[in-house]
């Protein structure tokens, strides 16, 4: 069952959305060479603090792990879910991927974005574009009678249009009351398959794209998901509300 959110539940929804994103608009500025993922882990966990939030990530549970950090920050070949850390020191040419997951009023707002510290190779400038641009082809494609096969071929087709690949072990999600609800938002798949979507729905809408393969592994520290051939990756989130007049975009900055 896909839950369809009531008036009370889009207001609280925006609301958790705008706190996210604005955690997330607070650390894309400080990403820069010498600064670790740690010192923006903690940047984002204390804008969260003060805004009134919760990291929805900090002891998320998987099987018996429990994540241990406020943030997700996944450097080049780390696709998703890379554990904030002292000893990694960013520096120029790094391609960096923040993830913000808040709670707010028991509502979740989830959100991605990738910054590439210059000088970077044209390669790697297009990787981000074309990532950032499937984004917002998947959001087109969140429309009241559409299928949630149609974000997911909308994106798939762009990317790999361009060259590059999406990730087929993790996929963009409902997200509401809990981090991850019904239905699975692919960032691969064929027009008119998967559930029909409604009015009142919300998406996480996440492409996660590679440079070279779509395999990807976990590492051993039971999180950090990266290529299998080390080739960079970009991630890109929205969470978003389905409406009779369009998608509406929610992780959006603004006052609260
Ligand atoms: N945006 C990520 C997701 O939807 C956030 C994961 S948080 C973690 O899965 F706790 F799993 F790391
Ligand atoms: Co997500």
Same mark, same amino acid.
């Given at each position: 069952?896909?839950?369809?959110?009531?008036?009370? @539940?889009? $207001?609280?929804?925006?609301?958790?959305?705008?706190?996210?994103?604005?955690?997330?608009?607070?650390?894309?500025?400080?990403? +820069?060479?010498?600064?670790? #993922?740690? !010192?923006?882990?903690?940047?984002?966990? !204390?804008?969260?603090?003060?805004?009134?939030?919760?990291?929805?990530?900090?002891?998320?549970? *998987?099987?018996?792990?429990?994540?241990? $950090?406020?943030?997700?920050?996944?450097?080049?070949?780390?696709v998703v879910h @890379?554990?904030?850390?002292?000893? +990694?020191?960013?520096?120029?040419?790094?391609?960096? *991927?923040? !993830?913000?997951?808040?709670?707010?009023? =028991?509502?979740? @707002?989830?959100?991605?974005?990738?910054?590439?510290?210059?000088?970077?190779?044209?390669?790697?400038?297009?990787?981000? #574009?074309?990532?950032?641009?499937?984004?917002?082809?998947?959001?087109?494609?969140?429309?009241?009678?559409?299928?949630? =096969? %149609?974000?997911?071929?909308?994106?798939?087709?762009?990317?790999?249009?361009?060259?590059?690949s999406v990730v087929r072990d993790l996929v963009?999600?409902?997200? @509401?009351?809990?981090?991850?609800?019904?239905?699975e938002?692919p960032n691969f798949? +064929?027009?008119?398959?998967?559930?029909?979507?409604?009015?009142?729905?919300?998406?996480?809408?996440?492409?996660m794209?590679n440079?070279?393969t779509y395999k990807t592994k976990c590492?051993? !520290?039971?999180?950090?998901i990266v290529t299998t %051939?080390? *080739?960079?990756s $970009?991630?890109?989130?929205?969470?978003?509300?389905?409406?009779?007049?369009?998608?509406?975009?929610?992780?959006?900055?603004?006052?609260?």
């Amino acid at each position: 069952m896909i839950p369809i959110k009531d008036q009370t @539940g889009i $207001a609280r929804m925006r609301e958790a959305c705008a706190v996210a994103a604005t955690v997330l608009d607070i650390l894309k500025p400080l990403v +820069r060479p010498g600064i670790t #993922t740690q !010192d923006l882990e903690e940047v984002g966990r !204390d804008a969260m603090r003060r805004l009134g939030a919760k990291s929805a990530c900090f002891g998320y549970q *998987s099987g018996s792990r429990r994540y241990p $950090a406020h943030t997700c920050i996944s450097v080049n070949e780390e696709v998703v879910h @890379g554990i904030p850390s002292l000893k +990694r020191v960013l520096k120029e040419g790094d391609v960096v *991927s923040l !993830d913000v997951v808040v709670e707010y009023n =028991g509502y979740i @707002g989830d959100n991605a974005f990738t910054v590439a510290i210059p000088p970077i190779k044209p390669k790697v400038q297009k990787l981000l #574009t074309v990532s950032r641009e499937a984004l917002d082809l998947g959001i087109q494609q969140a429309l009241v009678g559409n299928h949630i =096969g %149609d974000i997911a071929s909308a994106i798939q087709k762009h990317v790999e249009k361009n060259g590059f690949s999406v990730v087929r072990d993790l996929v963009g999600h409902g997200v @509401g009351v809990r981090m991850h609800e019904e239905p699975e938002v692919p960032n691969f798949g +064929r027009p008119g398959t998967g559930p029909r979507i409604k009015a009142g729905m919300t998406f996480a809408i996440e492409p996660m794209v590679n440079l070279g393969t779509y395999k990807t592994k976990c590492l051993s !520290d039971g999180w950090t998901i990266v290529t299998t %051939d080390n *080739s960079p990756s $970009a991630h890109f989130e929205h969470t978003v509300l389905t409406t009779a007049r369009g998608p509406e975009i929610l992780t959006i900055p603004r006052p609260i």
